[in-house]
């Protein structure tokens, strides 16, 4: 079973950024995206075991996929999130939203298994 713990916190974090009221947006989202990077960095759409976690997981990824902006990864982030749309960032909200509760409640499961 994969560990979900880091991913759980950090999607959480990601959550926390995106919530209202912003004094930045940008500032905000590519906080909430570094935050996903590193929480998500190990974790493939085969260990999601519930569908709609997996979609979710599927298009926030590729909200966050840099092939197109070819820079360090902090200014990547930035220019990604410049070039979002409403409902990019709608969906963003939700992914990170959901997922960081799916992940969550499988890293409680995974800590009862282990106890």
Known sequence: ??????AAEKLRSARRDLMLPHRDELESLVSAL?????????????????ADARRRLVKLRELMDLED????????????ASRYTYDDKIWLTDAVDSLADWFWM??????????
């Open 1 to 6: 079973m994969p560990h979900f713990h880091h």
């Open 34 to 50: 570094l935050a996903c990077d590193d929480g998500l960095a190990d974790i493939t759409p085969e260990q999601v075991d519930d």
């Open 69 to 80: 902006v070819p820079e360090h990864i902090l200014t990547q982030y930035h220019v990604k």
């Open 106 to 115: 499988k890293s409680l499961a995974e800590q009862n298994v282990s106890s």
